[in-house]
């Protein structure tokens, strides 16, 4: 009897710790079972309440209450909105609000010591294209904001210009404003307040603001870079182009007087060298870059004067191939085409007239 006692009490101690097993998994099952309900209730409420901010305000879960806020200030473009959010969530709000209703003002609800306080003020300034705002920021911030507009605004005031802190960035501005008035008025007398060192930056601007109505092509303009041209020259150069006057080549310095002239002669000889312009100028660039030089020079006089025998002196087959493609688009005439050698480029070349409409 004693035996089958002590038999059941030792059954029934090893079945506990298979009783205390269940029971942890059964209180995880329910935690998880509280987890699911939570988030079916917060779906059910992001999705009958969401539409009021006491719906929203309601949300459990804090990411689908910020997104059921963020959601509602944008659609209504409330600002009160971003209020209920925290952080990050409420400076973007802000941000995102002030931009589209271009209410520069509303930034200040941002604590100005936030990356999001003057990314606020410089979206809302380009979105207006109004300066003024940005003098509210550190002189940096202000510097970029106020360039930005000026560019926005095709550097069109030398007052916005003058507003920038930042000395190298106002005097860029300037250039680029004095040149879009030389260009827009054919007027010499604005190029000798552009640099006279060389200056990649302004260079750049200028021969991209130019390059259509002075018909330059993309090696041309490398070429420019190679040869050191200083943005006042370059501004020379453009205005003797424009103007269909020669003798403003002569306040040009460096190669790029050569390259003035060359527009007016097609080869001018230097004597004293015994070489043509192109080779003299293309001697002046690394020797990587010569073959583009000399593709330059002749598809640059080849386009303009709509003559293919010029791109055959190009003894480079693939940039011959281009120069001629690049006057039969140019003037919309396949004919141009029939003089590529090559019967894969030719086909290239009348694909690619007959896809350009405007020619």
């Known amino acids: 009897m004693r035996d089958s006692t002590e038999s059941s009490a030792k059954k029934q101690e090893r079945a506990r710790p298979r009783i205390k097993e269940n029971e942890r998994l059964l209180l995880l099952a329910a935690f998880a079972a509280v987890l699911v309900i939570i988030a079916a209730i917060s779906v059910i409420a992001s999705s009958f309440h969401g539409t009021t901010l006491d719906g929203c305000k309601s949300i459990v879960l804090l990411n689908d209450r910020y997104a059921c806020l963020l959601g509602m200030a944008n659609s209504t473009k409330n600002i ?39 990314s606020c ?21 202000d510097s970029n904001c106020t360039y930005g507009v000026a560019n926005l605004t095709g550097f069109s005031s030398l007052s916005i210009c003058g507003d920038i802190p930042n000395a190298s960035k106002s005097s860029g501005c300037a250039d680029r404003y004095y040149y879009n008035v030389a260009i827009s008025h054919r007027d010499v007398a604005y190029c000798s307040y552009e640099p006279s060192a060389p200056n990649s930056s302004t ?10 109505i002075l018909g330059l092509s993309a090696n041309y303009t490398i070429l420019l870079h190679y040869l050191n041209t200083t943005p006042r020259s370059f501004c020379y150069y453009s205005m003797a182009t424009l103007n269909y006057n020669q003798s403003l080549c002569s306040s040009t310095a460096g190669e790029i007087s050569l390259l003035c002239n060359y527009n007016f002669n097609k080869v001018i000889v230097n004597t004293s060298l015994n070489l043509t312009n192109e080779s003299y100028i293309c001697s002046k660039v690394p020797s990587y870059a010569q073959n583009i030089c000399r593709y330059s020079f002749l598809s640059y006089a080849a386009i ?19 120069c001629i493609a690049a006057i039969a688009i140019k003037y919309h005439d396949n004919e141009y085409c029939a003089f590529i050698s090559n019967s894969t ?11 350009n409409a405007t020619g």
């Not at 400076?91 to 609000?97: A, F, L, M, P, R």
């Not at 931009?99 to 941002?110: F, P, Q």
């Open 80 to 118: 009160s909105i971003c209020s209920y959010l925290g952080g990050s969530y409420k400076n973007q709000c802000v941000s995102d609000i002030a931009t589209e209703t271009s209410n520069a003002a509303a930034c200040s609800l941002i604590n100005s010591t936030s990356a999001y306080y003057p």
């Open 121 to 141: 003020v410089t979206a809302v300034s380009l979105e207006l294209k109004n300066a003024t705002y940005c003098s509210t920021l550190p002189a940096q911030d």
């Open 203 to 212: 260079l750049s601007y200028m021969i991209g603001a130019a390059s259509g």
């Open 304 to 322: 303009k004067n709509r003559n293919y025998t010029d791109c055959e002196q190009i003894s480079n087959l693939s940039y011959q191939y281009n």
């Open 345 to 355: 480029a030719r086909g290239a070349c009348n694909y690619d007239v007959s896809n």
